[in-house]
């Protein structure tokens, strides 16, 4: 059975930094494609981030150059980084994976991020 368990969200000031963690289990990360999304208030899910199994990572732009997306496969585990945050990425952010691009087949139950101004 696949698990995903995401941490690392909470409260921090314009400006500061978070590191999202996405702890997985029942897949092997190294062989799925992982992302991560968000969603805001009365607003749609949306792509932030992903993890192709090549190395290849992508980004939504109203994030590039802030966040990055990383794994360790040793510890099946995907991370993102967020600096510079602003408050308009507070949001419920979701640990997604799938084994191969396109719909994601498995979520976690996400980890709240809030960026006051």
């Known amino acids: 059975q696949v698990r995903l368990v995401e941490s690392g969200g909470g409260l921090v000031q314009a400006g500061g930094s978070l590191r999202l963690s996405c702890a997985a289990s029942?897949?092997?990360?190294?062989?799925?494609?992982m992302a991560w999304f968000r969603q805001a208030p009365g607003k749609e899910r949306e792509f932030v981030s992903s993890?192709?199994?090549?190395?290849?990572?992508g980004y939504a732009d109203s994030v590039k150059g802030r966040f990055t997306i990383s794994r360790d496969n040793t510890k099946n585990t995907l991370y993102l980084q967020m600096n510079s945050l602003k408050p308009e990425d507070t949001a419920v952010y979701y640990c997604?994976?799938?084994?191969?691009?396109?719909?994601?087949?498995?979520w976690g139950q996400g980890t709240q991020v809030t960026v006051s101004s």
């Open positions: 993890n192709v199994r090549n190395g290849r990572t």
């Open positions: 029942g897949l092997t990360s190294s062989t799925y494609v």
């Open positions: 997604a994976a799938n084994a191969m691009e396109g719909a994601y087949s498995y």
